[in-house]
């Protein structure tokens, strides 16, 4: 991802594929037997030898499509692939002591419940009180180190989207997670509350997701083509309460915005998201008292009705596949719980 496309950190929700490379490197016929770390460092712009043997150690160095060390020597006409997390742009930040709810922590990763309102990194001139201040208080080690905008950072989620998000404490964790997000094997379900009464009590969204054309802190949906990037987005209807449906969304890809950008798309939009038409009241009339009760639930829940509610991956050491849960944050439980009242007393 390059400077102009970083995306501003007011508006990062779940660009987890924009946070890797991807290389794909087949040698010439007359290639003579090299150790692929020397090989790659003069392939690849930037990268050090040690980052590469982090990435053999992790699994994420292909070969013809089999995992290699960083002893392997390359041949002639061999097909190597190579996950990578992406340079950012350097910045001095400093660490400050912003409270952080730790749901599990060990040498290699922590995963953090992130609350509604914090900025996961620094940018678009915000370089303090994010996520990753924090980060650099409360622990000494981050993957990634020589990022001075993201270290640790697996994935992000938006600012004002709550939930889980994992963190890497090592180059090593750092690139075996990567490799999870970056072939989609990591386990995301999201609760969304979206507007409407979803005619089908589940399916999946389909669709390139890019840069808006004219609004450049926007994601745009593309049917086809080669703008944006294949997006799909699982969802099930957990709920309904005739004005507004309660989903549960599991993320096949990552990209910047995706349920909000597949919501919007189909016509359901997030309750009270302001960038994708979330924060108008698109049922009852202007003097009613539906619209005294939703502007009530606006104050409640001054932000988009989406919750990052489950994580799973595998671990970089033990191997074991971990899974953890997060509760609804209470502003989304009591907007939702208004919604439930006030459906049955409709009802």
Wanted: proline share 4%; net charge neutral; aromatic share 8%.
């Amino acid at each position: 991802m390059d400077e102009e496309e970083l995306i501003p950190a007011e508006s990062d929700e779940q660009a987890a594929d924009d946070l890797y490379e991807h290389h794909r490197i087949k040698t010439d016929r007359g290639q003579e037997p090299l150790r692929i770390d020397k090989f790659l460092i003069n392939r690849i712009e930037g990268v050090s030898r040690s980052k590469l043997q982090a990435a053999a150690d992790a699994g994420a160095i292909l070969v013809n499509g089999q995992a290699v060390k960083s002893s392997y020597k390359v041949k002639a006409l061999d097909e190597i692939s190579i996950v990578l997390s992406t340079p950012a742009r350097e910045y001095k930040l400093e660490p400050e002591n912003i409270p952080l709810k730790v749901v599990f922590e060990d040498d290699q990763l922590v995963v953090i419940d992130k609350p509604a309102g914090l900025v996961v990194h620094p940018g678009s001139g915000n370089y303090s009180g994010t996520l990753v201040n924090a980060l650099l208080y409360h622990f000494k080690e981050l993957g990634n180190p020589h990022d001075a905008i993201r270290p640790g950072l697996v994935h992000r989620i938006d600012k004002n989207t709550s939930g889980l998000i994992l963190i890497a404490k090592n180059e090593y964790a750092m690139t075996f997670l990567a490799k999870q997000f970056f072939h989609h094997t990591i386990e995301r379900k999201y609760i969304a509350l979206v507007w409407g009464d979803m005619k089908e009590a589940e399916g999946t969204i389909e669709g390139h997701i890019g840069r808006h054309q004219r609004f450049r802190k926007k994601m745009d949906f593309f049917a086809e083509g080669e703008l944006g990037k294949e997006a799909i987005t699982h969802y099930k209807v957990l709920e309904r309460f005739g004005y507004v449906t309660l989903v549960e969304c599991v993320l096949e890809t990552g990209r910047t915005h995706q349920i909000r950008v597949h919501m919007q798309h189909i016509g359901h939009p997030l309750f009270n998201d302001d960038t994708y038409g979330g924060d108008r009241i698109v049922k009852g009339t202007v003097y009613s008292k539906y619209k005294q009760f939703v502007e009530n639930c606006f104050q409640l829940l001054p932000r988009q009705a989406l919750h990052a509610a489950v994580l799973g991956f595998i671990h970089p050491t033990s191997k074991q596949h971990l899974h953890f849960e997060s509760p609804l944050p209470t502003d989304m439980a009591q907007v939702i719980d208004k919604w439930r009242q006030y459906f049955k007393a409709k009802g």
